[in-house]
């Protein structure tokens, strides 16, 4: 048995010396190929895109990198840092070759100098998020402008790092921005609505917008579920669940309160917000969702199937109904309303805060300040 176990603890040990073995290797292998292309690089011409431009390509990048400076000090550095760590990195030192580059190139950052001549880094920020909102960009800057830097986030810029930095600083400032990069992306909700059945609508991605079949939504963003017995389940739908974001507590009608359609039925708390959502229509509530009133983080999973808010025993169910939308009206309906959500997001002033103003994003009332929040509220659902 001693001998078994020592045989064990051996082979583990021999196991993973050969992992750490094998990935240093493979580390060594691979900054020795992106030296190579470090050193290749400078000896090819890219002025057929742009006069200033150098190139250099790794592969399995983690991200592709354009810097504008008209300091080649500062974009031999970017090169240097970023390029040995694993990104694909093009330089130039001008604005105007930037932006040409930017329409023809499909990067993940742009970093742009603030005081440049001809074009400074103020216009760079505007014009690469006019034509490219998908791009991040970070600007560069020096200790006298860091106020015009953090004027420039404004306009859409993610961030910005101070020169002169250090390796240890460019490599930490850029690991935090594919964070916030791959954060903003995953969190992107893509215009895109489809009915599902229901008993699958756990498994809604959070990129999309769903209505599971059979379900009617009310003008309001709730949902209600018929059952076989006649009772009516009410919850909020996808629109509104994903649009609020995180939902603190719920505040539940009384159990046996008489309600008519347009009335306040319940609400939801998000910070110091509250948000009420009326009946979808007439009748009596029978049941309130216990499971949600111990835990309203239920619905980060789905609004729908078993976490309604309310049930009610309907009075007039079938005058209700034909104000409600099902099926393909109710998908055009979510359509419609996404069209209106961005038009609002843009008249707000907050399209180039998400980074993108065509996509809309998963929490965005989080971030509303009081004002717009009652402005959204009573928009879409409060009415």
Known sequence: MALFVLALVLFIVFDIA??????????????EEREKALTESLRLDFSRE????????VTHPKARLLCVDDEEVILDSFRKILVLDGYCV??????????????????????????????DGHDVVKSVKHLRPDIDVVVITGYATVESAVDCMKHGAMDYIQKPFTEEELLTMMKKSLVKRQDR???????K???????????IKSAEFAIPGGVFISKNHCWISLTPEGH????IDDFAKKLIGRIDSLEFPNLGMQVKTGQPLFSLKQANHTLNFASPIHGTVSRV???????????????????????IEPDHLETDLSTLKIGQAAVDFFQYEI?????????????????????????????????????????????
């Open 90 to 119: 093009d330089t130039v030192t001008t604005g105007q070759e930037a932006l040409g580059l930017v329409q023809s190139h499909h990067y993940d950052f742009v970093f742009t100098d603030l005081k440049m001549p001809e074009m």
């Open 18 to 31: 050969i992992r750490f073995g094998v990935k240093k290797y493979e580390e060594k292998k691979h900054r």
């Open 50 to 57: 742009a006069k200033s431009l150098k190139r250099v390509e």
């Open 185 to 191: 992306i995953a969190k992107q909700l893509k215009p």
């Open 232 to 235: 009516v389940y009410v919850g």
């Open 193 to 203: 609505v489809f009915v599902t059945p229901f008993q699958g609508a756990e498994q």
């Open 339 to 383: 069209e209106r959500f961005k038009d609002t997001v843009k008249d707000l002033g907050r399209d180039h805060e998400n980074g993108n103003g065509s996509a809309l994003h998963v929490g965005e009332l989080e971030s509303l300040e009081d004002k717009d929040w009652l402005t959204v509220a009573g928009k879409f659902f409060e009415r």
């Open 289 to 311: 969702n216990a499971a949600l009133t111990r835990d309203p983080a239920r619905l980060n999973a789905t609004p729908y199937d078993q976490n309604w808010v309310c049930m």
